[in-house]
């Protein structure tokens, strides 16, 4: 197996990640030389489509990163593209059935167990034909997430874990709310129950669950829910916050009566 993120999750380890949003290489870079060692590229809801966000695992991995990637989409086009062009770690967005389930798993596996599509020889996936087993091998180092972010998804989670080819499920807590009329507000009680209730499934039946920080509980605290795949920052918002308190700092020093300081380099 190559995919050490896989190998590492399936040790058993907790991993902390941090998004990609800007669909920035350099970004990915950055992040990656500052110690987070796993990066998600979001594609769904970040600036990258998906073919610049395939190129941007490259970049990841060049760091010495490695890459997840968030695809816009469930369709068989999209998840082909995907895994042809060297994903091996994916989320999917906004799983809600079984059949949704089976349907990602069926355009992700070869034959006999899926339906994917063929064209090992020539594709990244398999290094253009380096890989001459690839065909064969290639679901061993995939790593399928799908997300569970709607209440319907919630009650077909255990059936959902049950699908070949599903690895693990990754819990968005912000639709999640908002599937039950209760948008960014992350620490409701029928939030927190609903997300007890994906706790518990995933317990009773081993399998493996991701999610973001926020809604109250830290890294330590969700690991100890069951949560083994952490997303935390995100690009967008570590520039931003940086950004805006220097501003801040700034407008400090040049209000009325502020002492003179001499300036510094900060990056």
């Not at 990637?69 to 994903?87: F, H, I, M, N, Y």
Request: charged share 20%; with cysteine.
């Amino acid at each position: 197996m190559t995919n050490l993120l896989k190998q590492r999750l399936m040790a058993g380890e907790t991993i902390a990640a941090t998004w990609i949003n800007t669909g920035s290489s350099e970004a990915c870079d950055i992040v990656v030389n500052a110690g987070w060692d796993v990066v998600v590229i979001d594609c769904e809801h970040g600036a990258a489509p998906l073919e610049d966000g395939l190129s941007l695992i490259r970049v990841v991995q060049a760091a010495g990163g490695q890459a997840v990637l968030r695809v816009p989409d469930s369709s068989d086009t999209t998840l082909k593209r995907a895994l042809d062009r060297g994903a091996q770690s994916i989320i999917v967005p906004m799983v809600n059935s079984v059949a949704q389930a089976k349907a990602i798993a069926r355009s992700c596996l070869y034959p006999p167990r899926g339906a994917r599509g063929y064209a090992a020889p020539i594709v990244r996936g398999s290094l253009y034909g380096r890989k001459a087993d690839y065909a064969q091998k290639a679901h061993e180092d995939l790593l399928v997430m799908v997300q569970c972010e709607h209440v319907d998804a919630v009650a077909h989670l255990k059936d959902i874990a049950a699908v070949d080819g599903i690895d693990m499920a990754f819990v968005g807590p912000n639709d999640l709310s908002g599937s039950i009329g209760l948008l960014e507000q992350l620490e409701h009680p029928e939030l927190k129950k609903l997300k007890q209730q994906i706790e518990q499934t995933a317990r009773e039946v081993n399998l493996r669950l991701g999610t973001i920080t926020g809604g109250g509980r830290s890294y330590a605290e969700l690991r100890e829910a069951g949560y083994q795949f952490i997303v935390g920052p995100s690009d967008v918002g570590l520039l931003f916050g940086a950004a805006r308190q220097a501003h801040q700092e700034m407008l400090a020093e040049l209000s009325p009566g502020a002492k003179a300081v001499s300036p510094s380099l900060t990056y």
